[in-house]
């Protein structure tokens, strides 16, 4: 039911609330009604976010991690895990996208962001008065896009006097892109899609990440064969060779099970929403034109049929497995599939790689209470501990 909901364009259409379709507003990812739309997502998802573009970006994003980690790791106070995860994926993604020439531009993206993320307005009611978190969102929306189009404004700029050169920012792949009749992408449709990247990028990828630091850490032996793993692909690798490649992380075949079974258990999204455009009949249920359909995706992920005890956090579950259609769904399905998959699973093969290396979690409060709106996600208080140096 989930799989056909998710995939019958002509029958269900997005349906997310007010506020969130206001604050995020992007036809070129919502909508995929007319040939410029479809255009614009298939330059996201593959011109822009596909695999090996983003292996280009690799060095970069291995950097930003071992900085931070070493950085947590000399912090003598706990910290709050999900927080510090959030600088973490905001810095690789804001780099990803606009760091080579944006560096100042990415400090001030990152406090409006956490100015966002503070009025938590995604799921608010949609009242735009004073007082209210949706006001709150869309005052702060309004400075990042006038931030974000100056950044495309400029960037443009520099692409057409030939200032960019080959070192080139994945908003320059998007400038790059062109409309369905081959005129330059509009800078407010720019800006949109970098919006919506940013924080769905983000936000996400620190659910995960802190959730699969929190599942090795209360898994050892999880722990052990991950940490086992990437030491291989360490001595694996030629002398010469100091830093991770893509050939690398395609070896972590242990590791991307860890992150598929953190993905079924952790269920990021609390649903995906939709909106009947006709009366539906699904299973002799009749679902009337206008109705918004919940997609409860930790329903199919926790389904006994499809996964044998379900509560236990197994990665080996996924040995030699390959789910039935509609049976894993984390980044939905259909072809408003999530565009940022491979991104997510990229920034937390990298991180964990060095994590796992060279650190280990010690928790304060082992009973840490659990956030599930927006986003599922454990309230952590913890340390991060270096065990050994960063040969690699």
């Not at 029958?11 to 909508?31: I, M, V």
């Not at 400090?107 to 209210?132: E, T, V």
């Not at 079974?261 to 909106?275: G, K, P, V």
């Not at 579950?317 to 997510?344: E, M, Q, S, V």
């Amino acid at each position: 039911m989930c799989k056909r909901v998710l995939s019958d364009d002509e029958k269900f259409k997005q349906g997310y609330p007010k506020s969130t379709t206001e604050l995020l507003r992007n036809k070129a990812l919502t909508h995929v009604c007319s040939a410029e739309h479809k255009g614009l997502r298939e330059l996201v998802t593959s011109r822009v976010l596909g695999q090996n573009v983003l292996a280009m970006y690799l060095e970069r994003v291995e950097k930003i991690v071992i900085n931070s980690l070493e950085e947590l790791s000399s912090m003598k106070h706990p910290v709050q895990l999900f927080k510090e995860m959030e600088k973490v994926s905001f810095d690789i993604i804001a780099h990803i996208f606009m760091g080579s020439h944006s560096l100042s531009n990415i400090a001030k993206l990152r406090d409006l962001f956490h100015q966002f993320c503070i009025c938590s307005p995604m799921y608010s009611i949609a009242i735009n008065l004073p007082g209210f978190a949706f006001h709150k969102g869309l005052k702060i929306r309004k400075k990042l896009k006038k931030l974000i189009v100056s950044v495309v404004g400029e960037r443009r700029l520099m692409m057409k006097t030939g200032e960019v050169g080959d070192k080139k920012d994945l908003i320059d792949l998007v400038l790059e892109g062109k409309g369905e009749n081959g005129e330059e992408l509009k800078e407010e449709d720019v800006a949109d899609m970098l919006i919506m990247l940013l924080f769905a990028g983000h936000e996400t990828t620190a659910v995960g990440l802190t959730s699969t630091i929190l599942y090795l850490t209360r898994h050892p032996q999880v722990f052990t064969k991950a940490k086992e793993e990437q030491e291989a692909i360490v001595k694996r690798r030629p002398s010469s060779q100091k830093h991770l490649s893509h050939k690398d992380i395609k070896q972590m075949v242990y590791l991307s099970q860890v992150i598929n079974e953190m993905l079924r258990r952790t269920n990021i999204a609390f649903t995906l929403f939709r909106e009947a455009t006709t009366e539906v009949n699904i299973n002799d249920y009749i679902i009337p034109k206008g109705w918004r359909v919940l997609v409860w995706t930790r329903a199919v992920h926790m389904n006994p049929e499809y996964y044998p005890n379900p509560d236990a956090f197994d990665p080996s579950r996924w040995d030699d497995y390959n789910p039935k259609t509609g049976t894993f769904l984390p980044f939905g399905a259909g072809t408003r599939f999530c565009p940022g998959n491979h991104i997510f699973k990229f920034e937390i093969s990298i991180f964990l790689h060095y994590f796992l290396l060279n650190y280990k979690l010690k928790q304060i409060n082992p009973e840490s209470p659990e956030s599930i709106f927006p986003f599922s996600y454990p309230k952590v208080l913890a340390k991060v501990i270096k065990v050994s140096s960063l040969s690699n």
